[in-house]
């Protein structure tokens, strides 16, 4: 089974990127070499992830390196997106740990031997931990000490590095973390979600300031995730619904960037539950960046509520993945075009898209045709806003391999590589394969 492109797709031009993506605590293992992070923490909770799993040893990734570059390097890709453990590379006395540095160096090293483009998140959920005993991002000053580690290991990396991002999806973070507490560090009041959602905001601001003056030859941006909110009917109500939903789970973490402000629905919270904001903190956060970073995954459907001032809908009989999320591969271009609408928007790459699917592994391969298919339908819908004009210049598959899913622990599967991780033996699925060819046709 292939992936195909029409000929003429500007996603087939040689200025057209595609690549791989991981995050740090998903793979990497090797937590005593490292601070504890928030998701240690978390994970040792009972209930907390669904099969009472934690990061210990996850893809043992810190051992198996080398190898996943060879594995990297025969998907044919242009780049690799992985993001930096906080936690390993700084002490606790906030100065550099170098044998975390050395690590990611020679990562970035033997990448950078092969040609593959280092594409570097600087922050993929794993805050150390003694910064959350101090409040986290409740804490404003947490947002200080983010940009002090990113002036930090952005020096020391030198010029290894083609790309950054300050953040990987601020709404997890603040929403799932902080407001209702699926994701590490598990607190759940509004006014909490809303606040660390302002100081993340806070912190990619004055990373990008570091960014731009240390580093002016790297793409520099934002990672952010979009779940487009669709109403159930064409009901006034339920349209209401749906565009309030949207600037609650999407739009707070986009307006801010380039309108300097929240969008309206912040005037709907209670006084109680608004973030504190000082003057000039949209001035910080609005910096200049060279690209936005867009993750998509699914879209969220939306009823009125007589209570609340919306409510998702379940669609029963839509197509979903292994993860229950539904296939919708049209709110995908919808999205793309809405955006750059909105928005005066930087060149765009989508650092994230993909599905769970539950693979078996028979006779050496995993035949998982329905990755596949949601690979191509989602490459169409990238495709097609591209033909309306939105300027997307590269595409990465979540994830290069299964991993640690989050509450998710490790039943859910999103690699395009199988992993065994009774002998950590990687396998390249079908999707891989298809993945690999596709680029390599160009
Ligand atoms: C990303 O998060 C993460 O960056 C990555 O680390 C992770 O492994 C990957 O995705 C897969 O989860 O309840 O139907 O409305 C994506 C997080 C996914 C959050 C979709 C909102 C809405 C699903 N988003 N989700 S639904």
């Known amino acids: ?98 044998e975390g540095v050395d690590f990611y160096i020679h990562l970035l090293d033997k990448l950078n031997t092969k040609g593959i483009k280092p594409y570097v998140t600087l922050y993929h959920w794993d ?30 990396l030198g010029n290894r590095v083609y790309s950054y991002a300050t953040f990987n999806e601020p709404f997890c973070s603040a929403f799932l973390g ?37 580093s002016p030859n790297t793409e520099n941006g934002i990672v952010l995730n979009f779940t487009p909110c669709y109403p159930h009917t064409d009901n006034p109500a339920d349209i209401t619904a749906a565009r ?44 200049k960046i060279d690209f936005l970073g867009i993750n998509f995954y699914t879209r969220a459907v939306y009823e009125a509520h007589p209570n609340t001032l919306y409510a998702q809908i379940d669609m029963v009989n839509a ?29 765009i790459f989508i650092t994230e898209n993909g599905a769970a699917m539950a693979d078996k592994l028979t006779d050496g391969k995993v035949l998982d045709t329905d990755r596949i298919d949601y690979y191509q339908s989602h490459l169409n819908a990238v495709n097609n806003a591209i033909s309306q004009g939105v300027n997307v210049k590269g595409y990465f598959a979540w994830s290069l391999m299964d991993n640690f899913e989050w509450a998710e622990g490790y039943l859910k599967r999103f690699g395009i590589v199988y992993v065994d991780y009774q002998t950590q033996q990687r396998t390249i699925k079908a999707s891989g394969l298809a993945y690999r060819d596709l680029i390599g046709s160009r």
Not at 201 to 210: E, W
Not at 326 to 338: G, H, K, M
């Open 1 to 98: 089974m292939k992936i195909t492109l029409p000929p003429e797709s500007p996603m087939l031009a040689k200025d057209f990127t595609f690549g791989v993506a991981t995050a740090s605590f998903q793979i990497e293992g090797a937590v005593d070499t490292r601070l504890p992070c928030i998701w240690d923490t978390f994970c040792a909770q009972a209930g907390t992830i669904r099969d009472g799993s934690d990061g210990k040893q996850a893809c043992e990734h810190v051992k198996l390196w080398q190898q996943d570059v060879d594995l990297i390097e025969s998907l044919n890709v242009d780049a690799y997106r992985f993001s930096i453990s906080w936690p390993r590379v700084i002490k606790q006395d906030g100065s550099l740990n170098q």
């Open 319 to 347: 197509p979903k993945t292994d993860i229950g999320w539904e296939i919708y591969p049209q709110a995908f271009t919808d999205l793309l075009v809405s955006l750059n609408q909105a928005y005066d928007l930087p060149p």
């Open 127 to 156: 805050l150390p931990q003694h910064i959350e005993d101090q409040g986290g991002w409740l804490n404003r000053k947490t947002a200080f000490l983010f940009q002090d580690y990113v002036e930090k290991i952005v020096t020391a």
């Open 178 to 214: 902080y407001e209702i507490g699926i994701h590490a560090p598990g607190k759940a009041k509004v006014a909490y979600g809303r606040q660390a959602a302002h100081h993340i905001l806070l912190a990619h601001g004055l990373g990008m300031q570091v960014l731009q003056q240390l």
């Open 244 to 287: 309030k939903a949207d600037e609650y789970m999407n739009q707070w973490y986009i307006k801010p960037l380039f309108d300097k402000c929240y969008p309206d629905i912040i005037h709907d919270l209670a006084q109680a539950d608004r973030p504190i904001i000082e003057s000039g903190d949209f001035d910080i956060i609005a910096q």
